[in-house]
């Protein structure tokens, strides 16, 4: 099967390279179309947020990369990412896969991480452009991988029993992309914001964040319009915070703080 770009951009894919990000990076450079996607089959450099590094051993994940042009003055492009997993979210229903977001842009299933998006921003004389880096775990079995996180991810094949047939599989997410970018683009995340929290794996659970080098804990209390989180520290102060690395506490079991 070919894979088609339904944002009319071309798609270039390589057998390896160090990272889809970086190339893509430097491809801006060529003031390259809106939708402009570069996929490989593996990396040797993959990385993740926060100075992470991303498994990406050949042919077991997808490692895709699409250029955005950030053409539109008014939107708030933070909340982007969270248009985008929750789209990722809807294709894997379509491999009957319920997974969750982890604000702001993991996604698991049943608490193991099997995508992370990477979003990152650089500008030329062209503009300025957003790369948005998906790394999805496809065909991995558990012993695929490294012992340090191998309790801690998963894979699609480990969770549905249809075939992922890789072509389509990279076409429906384009699709997806493409639908929930043009979603973006014309509404604000508040019209989104009930489906997102149907989704959300951190809602009403006890979490800390790191915040400037300072832990805080507290209760999942909500997401605003904007998609920030709301935090509810133990003082019953509503803080809310558009950005930061969220690692879990112990699961609360009901609504009662609010
Ligand atoms: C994260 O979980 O922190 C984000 C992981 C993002 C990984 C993808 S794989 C394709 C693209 N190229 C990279 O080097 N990183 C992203």
Not at 33 to 62: A, D, M, P, Y
Not at 91 to 104: G, M
Not at 230 to 246: A, C, P, R, W, Y
Request: net charge positive.
């Amino acid at each position: 099967m070919d894979l088609i770009n339904s944002f009319n951009a071309p798609i270039y894919e390589f057998e390896t390279i160090d990272s889809t990000n970086k190339y893509a990076k430097i491809f801006c450079t060529t003031n390259p179309k809106n939708g402009t996607i570069i996929i490989s089959n593996e990396q040797t450099n993959g990385h993740g947020r926060l100075g992470n590094s991303w498994n990406s051993s050949k042919g077991k994940g997808l490692y895709y990369s699409i250029i955005l042009k950030k053409e539109f003055k008014n939107l708030k492009y933070e909340s982007l990412t969270l248009f985008i997993s929750l789209g990722i979210t809807k294709l894997l229903e379509d491999y009957s896969i319920n997974s969750k977001i982890k604000w702001p842009n993991d996604i698991l299933i049943n608490d193991k991480k099997v995508c992370g998006i990477l979003c990152e921003l650089t500008s030329n004389n062209n503009g300025e452009f957003i790369i948005l880096g998906i790394g999805i775990n496809l065909y991995h079995e558990k012993n695929d991988f490294p012992s340090e996180i191998e309790n801690k991810a998963t894979s699609l094949k480990l969770n549905t029993p249809q075939p992922i047939i890789r072509n389509y599989f990279i076409n429906s997410l384009t699709n997806y992309l493409f639908k929930y970018y043009n979603y973006f683009i014309s509404y604000d995340f508040e019209n989104f914001l009930h489906e997102y929290k149907k989704k959300s794996y951190l809602l009403n659970k006890e979490i800390k964040i790191n915040l400037n080098n300072e832990n805080i804990n507290g209760i999942v209390y909500d997401f605003n319009s904007e998609g920030h989180l709301l935090l509810k520290t133990h003082d019953k102060k509503i803080i809310s915070i558009n950005s930061g690395e969220v690692s879990l506490r112990n699961t609360y079991k009901n609504n009662d703080h609010k």
